[in-house]
């Protein structure tokens, strides 16, 4: 059964009549009276009264018209729906990231949604290395990771470079330093994430190698948490600057560098190649190229 011979049986019905039908259709009365019996013949049931001269419906045809006029709305409904993607009124764009990385792509959804109000964005927690799959198995539209994705089929743009500060709270005996050593940074009460990441790892793995003291007394499962302890003064944290730029804008907190620990990263987006993105991950990339490019201005 065709939608397109649904839609002349709802002419027929509309119209009372085949030639009024065709008329309305640009289409021979043959050619309407066909697709009406080709029906009939399909469902070994007479859709019109023959007897009637007003081209009454029988029973069956009364049914198969409430599911020709729903299908035919399904039908409206499925093409708006495509345009409405086409125009990102309701496109979704999905990406992958560690919680350090909400910081970072804030101000691109932030341009994004400016653009186009009506499309949505979803982050989701996944681990670094598990990233680059998860885009080329489209379960991702975009992934956020600090290196470069060696798996074929992906290309990333770079977000810019990321390195650990110490951040203190304003008003520590630090806080006007510009940069300290990895020894001062060692006496301090550290406040430290509880979760397992490269990064971490490399900083303990150096105070080892030097056979350095380190001072974490108070682990935490979030980054907000760890800021918001640093701004009680409980301690100090060493975290990815870029995580903590809007307490740095608004003074909550300060950052002083520690060379030896600051282990800069480049941060970029990974996606798959351009072809194959939708319109609303197409429109995502543009404010992602756009944020970088102003922010070499």
Excluded at 12 to 40: D, G, M, N, Y
Excluded at 194 to 223: C, M, T, W
Excluded at 226 to 251: D, F, N, S
């Amino acid at each position: 059964m065709e939608l397109s011979d649904l839609q002349v049986f709802q002419a027929v019905a509309a119209e009372r009549s085949f030639s009024r039908a065709a008329a309305k259709l640009h289409r021979t009365q043959p050619a309407v009276s066909q697709t009406i019996r080709r029906l009939e013949t399909e469902l070994k049931e007479r859709l019109f009264d023959r007897s009637s001269k007003n081209g009454r419906l029988t029973e069956a045809g009364v049914v198969l018209l409430d599911y020709a006029e729903r299908l035919t709305r399904l039908q409206s409904e499925a093409h708006l729906a495509v345009r409405e993607l086409q125009e990102l009124r309701r496109g979704r764009v999905v990406i992958g990231v560690n919680e350090a990385a909400v910081q970072v792509l804030l101000p691109i959804v932030d341009r994004f949604r400016d653009a186009h109000p009506g499309a949505q964005v979803e982050m989701r927690r996944v681990h670094s290395r598990q990233i680059p799959g998860e885009v080329l198995n489209r379960s991702l539209d975009f992934g956020f990771v600090t290196f470069e994705p060696a798996e074929r089929g992906l290309v990333s743009v770079s977000l810019g470079v990321d390195e650990l500060v110490m951040l203190v709270r304003p008003g520590h005996p630090l806080s006007k330093r510009r940069h300290i050593t990895m020894k001062e940074f060692g006496k301090q009460t550290v406040i430290a994430h509880n979760d397992y990441s490269p990064r971490r790892e490399g900083v303990l793995r150096l105070f080892e190698e030097k056979h350095a003291p380190i001072n974490i007394q108070i682990s935490l499962a979030s980054l907000d948490g760890i800021k918001r302890a640093v701004e009680m003064g409980l301690g100090v944290a060493l975290l990815p600057r870029r995580c903590a730029l809007a307490e740095l804008a608004r003074k909550q907190l300060v950052a002083v560098r520690v060379p030896q620990l600051g282990m800069p990263r480049e941060l970029r987006l990974v996606y798959r190649k351009a072809g194959e993105l939708s319109h609303a991950s197409e429109a995502f990339l543009r404010a992602a190229q756009a944020h970088v490019d102003g922010s070499k201005t």
